[in-house]
Nanobody
Framework: QVHLQESGPGLVKPSQALALTCTVSGGSITDSLYYWKWLRQPPGKALEYMGDLDHRGDTYFSPTFKSRASIFRDTSKNQFTLHLRSVGPEDTAVYYC?????????WGQGTQVTVSS
């Protein structure tokens, strides 16, 4: 059974960059059956899709995040990492990584990120 675990700083200052890593066990990020996603949920708001990583290492982003988000992977560690540049208070959210195959999602537990000086 796949397990996904997010990790990263809980507190980030405005204008800094945020890096969150998803460590995967029980499945490989190079498996062609799946996409690997980042999503977030700001307080009181709906879940937002941020971007995808596919098995080849290609990335896809929501237009909302395309200009300041990147996703990198480390296949030796079976990890993928979200970088979000120039964060502001509006980036305060619970961030989730997920494995998807069509409409089927396997979720990480989520990690709270607060942007505050």
């Amino acid at each position: 059974q796949v397990h996904l675990q997010e990790s990263g700083p809980g507190l980030v200052k405005p204008s800094q960059a945020l890096a969150l890593t998803c460590t995967v066990s029980g499945g490989s990020i190079t498996d062609s059956l799946y996409y690997w996603k980042w999503l977030r949920q700001p307080p009181g708001k709906a879940l937002e899709y941020m971007g995808d990583l596919d098995h080849r290492g290609d990335t896809y982003f929501s237009p909302t995040f395309k200009s300041r988000a990147s996703i990198f992977r480390d296949t030796s560690k079976n990890q993928f990492t979200l970088h979000l540049r120039s964060v502001g208070p509006e980036d305060t959210a619970v961030y989730y990584c997920a494995r998807t195959r069509g409409s089927i999602y396997d979720w990480g537990q989520g990690t709270q990120v607060t942007v505050s000086s």
